[in-house]
């Protein structure tokens, strides 16, 4: 067994209601002055308003950041450092997505460290730590409570970046499905199969243990069992809390183990086409997971059994083939495209989209099949 290191936040809190704990991690924190970061939309749906109620109460003097934008830039992250300046905050509440979440902990490191952000954007270049910050998701897929990575869009190159430091984890991290119940089907559709690809890539990454391969499983059995309900009926508790729970899990997955290759080719999806970033995994999946079959059958068998297929019986191969059908079911049920056309990808676009891809090394390196250029082309013109 070769070494390996497992991060996660220092406090995890999960079910139904638990966002009425989020005061005492407050003082249990020693924070006096809070700002929650978060988007206009959820500023304006109420559930700001509830976590100021259980704050102010408490003494606590609680601003608001709210200019979240999706896909976030590097400039709305230094727009919060000056929000978190002109407060005198000691502590964030990120409330909503991945977005409001990546640009809270990017904010927090910004904040502490000085600095321009580009110094940051990288791979273990944050210094210090930054503000804590408990992170409170309203969707159920990104994982980002609880990993140490946050994405950002440079829009002057059009591409998405990484900021990735053990710093950035969240200090406690609300997952409290309740939160979810209000996000639309086209949503939880979308943020359900980000979470699938955050288990499968943990799953088969090169860098997985014993510890994330549990967390990775468990993970792609309830996003199987559960995201067609949850995306039929949103008022479904026990669905929700199981795809809640899941996305935690394999958040807690690939915060160790990492993403690969699929995250990678969906990159340039996003930065080119905005194309929302768990669409934009989903359509590709498939396609990656076509490719990546071949050195890790035995775990694709695996993974067939957790996504209920009867497989036992078949071969390795057969196995892995029946895994790929069953998640493009699953996409096709939920109504996320298999093809990238449907989304305005061209194929005048793929050749520049793979040159963008094969320069995120950090993610196909944790890939089980290295990959060239052409072989990029390949999978994007598979998936067109
Ligand atoms: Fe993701």
Known sequence: MKI????????????????????????????????????PILSKSGLVERVREALVPAGLEVGLFSEVEPEPSLEIVMKCQQA????????????????????AKAASVLATNGGKIRDYIGVNLVPNPGIPVIAVPTTAGTGSEVTPIAILSDVDEEVKKG????????????????????????????????????????????????????????????????????????????????????????????ANAGVAAVHALAYPLGA??????????????????????LGVLTKFKTMAMAMGERVEELSDRMAADKFIESIKQLATDV?????????????????????????????LANNPRRLTVDEIKEIYERAL
């Open 4 to 39: 390996s290191y497992f991060w996660t936040a220092s406090t995890i809190i999960t079910g139904r209601g638990s966002l009425a704990r989020i005061s005492d991690e407050v003082k249990n924190l020693g924070a006096t002055k809070i700002l929650v970061v978060t988007d």
């Open 272 to 293: 080119q086409f905005h194309v929302p970033h768990g669409v934009a995994n989903s359509v590709l999946l498939p396609y990656v997971m076509e490719f990546n079959l």
């Open 84 to 103: 978190i300046k002109e407060s005198g905050c000691d502590l964030l509440i990120a409330v909503g997505g991945g977005s409001s979440i990546d640009v």
């Open 335 to 363: 109504r996320v495209p298999l093809h990238m056309r449907e989304l305005g990808v061209t194929a005048e676009a793929i050749p520049g989209m793979a040159e963008s891809a094969i320069k995120i090394t950090r993610l």
């Open 163 to 254: 900021m990735v430091s053990s710093y950035l984890i969240p200090r406690v991290a609300i997952v409290d499905p309740e939160l979810t119940v209000t996000m639309p089907p086209h949503i939880t559709a979308a943020t359900g199969m980000d979470a699938l690809t955050h288990a499968v890539e943990a799953y088969i990454s090169v860098n997985a243990t014993t510890i994330t391969d549990v967390l990775a499983l468990e993970a792609i059995r309830l996003i199987s069992r559960n995201l067609r309900t949850a995306v039929a009926n949103g008022q479904d508790m026990e669905a929700r809390s199981n795809m809640a729970m899941a996305s935690l899990l394999a958040g807690i997955a690939f």
